[in-house]
C-alpha cells in the first residue's frame, strides 16, 4: 500500500530524498517548516514524517528536538543520508562561467574550499532545492546552486560539479516519525529513543546513566534541551541499542526510573546502517 510521508523543505531538499532512499514508490509531501510536517503527521493528513536530527558536519538540528517533546508521536524507523553536494548551472551554461553561487548557510560553509578555490561569491538562501528554484527563475548564466542531483532532474538544471564538499563522509541521520509506535520483535538489531527529565537530586544524570553501563547497554546519543517555561531546567534525549524488553535493557529502564520525574518511550525501530561507500 502506498504511503504518503511529508518532509520539510521544497521539492528535491536532501530530506526527499531521504524519503526516496528509506521508502521508494511512496509518496512524498513537502512542508515549510519542521511544525507542519509535525502537524501533517499528527492530523492524519499523511501516514509518515521523514525528520532530520543530526548532521555529521553541522551537528544537531535543534528544532526538531523540541518538536519531539511537544508532540505525540513516535520514532518508528532511522535512514543514513550522505549529503552529496552537487554544483548546478542553467542548461547550456559552463564552469569558467560562474561568478557566484547560491545555497543554504550550511552547504556554503560545507563546500567552502571548492568555492574558495574559484573565487566565487557567496549568498545564502533559506533552502538548499530554494536555489536551485530561483537559479531557473533568475535565469542568469553566470551563476549556480548548491544543492542535490535530484533538484537537477526535478529543475532540469545541468551538473557542472559532484561531490564538492569538504567532508567525503557528510551524512545526515533522519528519523521516521508517526502516529502510532512499531516497536520490532525483541530478536531485531534495534534502537530505543527516551525523553527524560531528572530528578533534583545530586549526580542524577549521572545515576540516570550507571544502568546502562552496568548492563553493557551502548549508549548512541545523549542530548540536553532546556524545558519550556522552566529557567535553566533541562529534559534529555537519548538513544541506546536495544530493545526495551531485553533482559539487560529492563534493569537499566527500570533504575533510570528511580532518578527521573519524567520517562517517555519516544520509540524501538530497527538500527539502520552508517554506509560509508
Known sequence: MQKTIAFQGMRGAYSEQACREKMPGHLY????????????????????GMLPVEN????????SY??????????????YQRVRHCL????????????????????LAQCHNFIKKHGWEKYAVYD??????????????????????LCAELYQLTILGKDIQDSPFNTTRFLLIARESDHPSPETSCKTSLLFEV????????????????NGINLTRLESRPL?????????????????EDAACELAMEEISFFTDSLKILGCYPQAPQHMD
Open 29 to 48: 509531501v513537502p512542508c515549510k517548516t519542521f511544525e507542519e510536517l509535525f502537524q501533517q503527521v499528527e492530523s492524519g493528513a499523511v501516514d509518515l
Open 56 to 63: 555529521s558536519v553541522a551537528g544537531t538540528v535543534s528544532d
Open 66 to 79: 523540541d518538536l519531539l517533546a511537544r508532540h505525540r508521536l513516535f520514532i518508528i524507523g532511522e535512514h
Open 88 to 107: 548546478l548551472g542553467l542548461p547550456g551554461s559552463h564552469l569558467p562561467e560562474i561568478r557566484a553561487v547560491y545555497s543554504h548557510p550550511q552547504a
Open 128 to 149: 538548499t532545492a530554494g536555489a536551485a528554484a530561483d537559479l531557473l527563475q533568475r535565469n542568469n548564466p553566470h551563476e549556480a546552486a548548491l544543492a542535490s542531483a
Open 199 to 214: 530528578r533534583n537530586i545530586p549526580a542524577a544524570l549521572y545515576k540516570c546513566l550507571g544502568g546502562f553501563a552496568t
Open 228 to 244: 519550556p517555561g522552566r529557567h535553566w531546567s533541562y529534559q534529555f534525549y537519548l538513544d541506546f541499542e536495544g530493545h526495551p
